[in-house]
């Protein structure tokens, strides 16, 4: 799908890639809805692109029935929809409850509420696209992150079963999985995302995958080239793979990786970054 003249909107666009995002489509000629639970930041961005800003929070169904109400209200239509916002708990199964189910709620539930709010509307017309801003941590798994692996795996898989469901209806479905982007959501503390860093990629660069994958409709959209290789090895050995990932985690723990690569990678993607002034 070309963007140009359709209707876009984008949640948790406030900041790091859904910002870019939203200024990317609306480069490309898109009429960009930016949501937000931040609406304040999110009007910063409108404003800056000429878009209009709604306040929404992902977890709650209400504020996403309306999301999608006044971007039809507006623009008369909505032809795709990128659930982006995205949270993180860091741990394993000891994390409590209320983060698990964030976790939950964002990754997954929000992209359910969507769907339910705009496959009618995308049915009726024949054509629409749902996008969601998964992760690697969906084909592959984050170590450190427990929920963060288990729902984006969840949204992965709901992203590839609306894709099976509609693509004949005219429906799309793309998934987008990213390794580390440099973006506020990277914890220059955390040694895992020390080590995401080093090959992080800038939100300029997912917005490009996505643009492209857009126009091929293209069902996966990897920024990195790599995760499509490693999520192959997946496929092939699986035995292997885990042993690979376990190695790497204790690597992880015995050498803290170069905090100055990390620096150089975030500041370069800020200063660069589209949209982020
Ligand atoms: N940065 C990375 O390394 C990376 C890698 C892979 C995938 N991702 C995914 O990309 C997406 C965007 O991440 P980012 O790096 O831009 O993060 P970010 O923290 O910079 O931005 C996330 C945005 O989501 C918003 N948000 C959070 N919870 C919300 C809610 N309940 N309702 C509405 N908005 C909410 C925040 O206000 C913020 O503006 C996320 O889904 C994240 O999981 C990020």
Known sequence: MDVRDKVVVVTGAAGG???TLCARFADEGANVVVSDRELVCAREVSDAIGGIAVACDVSDEADVRNLVDVAIDEFEQVNVFVSNAGVTAKGGVEVPDDDWQACW?????????????VLPHMLARGSGYLVNVASAAGLLTEIGSAPYSATKHAAVALAEWLSVQHHADGVRSSCVCPMGVATEFLDEEDPVHQ???VTAVTPDDVAEAVVRGLEDERFLILPHPDVEEFFARKGEDYERYLKGFRRLKQKLERQ????SRWTVARTGSLSSGRGSG
Do not use: N, Q
């Not at 803290?256 to 905090?259: C, D, L």
């Open 195 to 197: 080590f995401l860093a």
């Open 17 to 19: 890639i859904g910002r």
């Open 105 to 117: 709620d964002v990754h997954v539930m929000a992209h359910v509420y969507a769907s339910r709010a």
């Open 256 to 259: 803290p990786t170069a905090r």
